[in-house]
């Protein structure tokens, strides 16, 4: 990779850092914040049912999240980037299938892939429904229950990873489809066919990383794309 010019600028420490601020907030009030007091919200004593709020709370955050995916894919410039996505995914089963990285060889094999991004995220979204339907987890006090949310997204992002990867295991057969087909519906959504230039720039992003890993003698990992 070359060096930067002088002439190109760098983002600055503290917008880089503002701007990792700002996408967690919207993405902690956005997912987890409106979903928790939009169920405070709805009338009737089935609140008081514990369980039934945190199945409750998961439809509307599951609402929510497959609702924003579809809304940002109709502005333009976030179409080209799930072509870009689409692209990415070609290519990357290409690789996996031990094909030349070029174009030709990406695009015949669909968009959506196994272990992308998208279907990690909703991985997250139904192991935080199960994990707040845990008896140990359950209060009456809606405060409490809304810290405990936040305190758990690491637990839940780690969970989904682990279980993401657990779906390669050729012995898991059709439980690991059963986990993975969710995600690869959703994926119709952020995920678009490419054109050929689009190909062109994965299959180099893909070759580079590829020297890369044989320079360094690193062997990939599955993990999220």
């Known amino acids: 990779m070359s060096n930067p010019q002088p002439n190109e600028q760098k983002l600055p420490t503290w917008l880089f850092l503002l701007t ?3 996408s967690l907030s919207l993405g902690i009030g956005l997912f987890v914040a409106l979903p928790f007091y939009l ?6 004593d089935w609140k008081e049912n514990t369980l039934w709020f945190a199945l409750v709370e998961g439809l ?14 109709l502005r333009p410039d976030i179409r080209r980037v799930f072509e870009y ?30 272990r992308c991004g998208t279907g990690f995220a909703l991985l997250t979204v139904v192991v935080s429904i199960l994990c707040f339907t845990i008896p140990p987890l359950l209060t ?15 637990i839940i992002a ?11 295991h050729p012995k898991l057969g059709w439980l690991a489809k059963i986990v993975m087909t969710p995600g690869m ?35 990939a990992k599955p993990g999220v794309i």
């Open 39 to 44: 169920t405070t919200w709805i009338p009737g």
């Open 20 to 22: 990792i601020a700002g």
């Open 85 to 114: 996505h689409g692209a990415e995914h070609k290519v990357v089963y290409a690789a996996e299938n031990h094909l030349p990285i070029t174009p030709d060889s990406a695009r015949p094999f669909d968009t959506p892939h196994p």
């Open 140 to 154: 009456d006090v809606r405060f409490y229950e809304f810290l405990l949310r936040l305190a758990f997204l690491p």
């Open 185 to 219: 519906w959703l994926q119709r959504l952020t995920t678009r066919q490419p054109d050929d230039a689009q190909l062109e720039v994965s299959c180099a992003a893909m070759q580079a990383v590829i020297d890369a890993e044989h320079n360094n003698d690193v062997v």
């Open 158 to 168: 780690g969970v989904s990873y682990e279980i993401l990867k657990l779906t390669t």
């Open 60 to 73: 509307i955050k599951l609402t929510i999240f497959i609702a924003y995916v579809y809304i940002i894919g």
